[in-house]
């Protein structure tokens, strides 16, 4: 029994986060509330689908699970995007066909690759931080793409939630840094202490 949940569940559960990801952007797109305007631009940002595959690479203890399981889940987002697009009267049937194709090509390709950089990043030592580093990396790169190119004709919340979202990756990098090099220098000390003890 628990072998077939072991099985069932984390399908299920990457596709329910992959299908809210996909619903909940452009759900809350159309609410005048700023805090929730605020979380349909994060919800909508290119770097928080990353962060989805990456996520679900996490959580899985191999590689080959790690890539399916990311871009099943990216794929459930991302036909569940369109859908409620198509819903609102934003996508037509052509373009919703078309764009679910491109898409959804990008999402099995792009969250093959975040699973693995997920599953990655679990390892011990420096040789992770460069897998650690990929989620606040590309969204330190959008945000400052964003704010260069379109945040300022889309109003205050959108500036500043690109700001915010900036803040916010150049801390998490720092923090990994500092984290990783803590960690190096304190396995470091205990191989030190563990060498003269054999002595």
């Known amino acids: 029994m628990s072998t077939l949940r072991s099985l069932i569940l984390p399908p299920m559960a990457t596709l329910a986060v992959g299908i809210s990801l996909g619903a909940l952007g452009p759900l809350l797109g159309t609410a005048d509330d700023p805090v929730i305007h605020a979380m349909h631009v994060v919800l909508s940002a290119g ?6 595959g990456f996520g679900v690479g996490i959580t899985r203890n191999s590689l080959a699970q790690s890539a399916v399981l990311a871009a099943f889940s990216l794929l459930a987002g991302v036909v569940t995007y369109y859908a409620v697009k198509s819903h609102q009267g934003e996508v037509d049937e052509t373009s919703f066909i078309s764009k679910v194709i491109f898409w959804g090509l990008f999402a099995v ?30 969204a330190l790169f959008e945000s400052s793409m964003r704010l260069r190119s379109e945040a300022t004709t889309q109003g205050q919340v ?17 923090a990994l840094i500092a984290q990783a090099i803590t960690s190096w220098r304190s396995r470091a000390s205990a191989d030190r202490g563990e060498n003269v003890l054999t002595r």
């Open 47 to 52: 770097w928080s689908w990353a962060a989805l």
């Open 109 to 138: 390709i792009l969250g093959s690759i975040l699973g693995v950089t997920g599953k990655l990043a679990k390892s011990e030592g420096l040789l992770s931080l460069p897998f650690r580093l990929i989620i606040p990396l590309i």
């Open 158 to 174: 959108v500036s500043t939630t690109w700001e915010v979202t900036r803040g916010v990756a150049v801390a998490a990098v720092i």
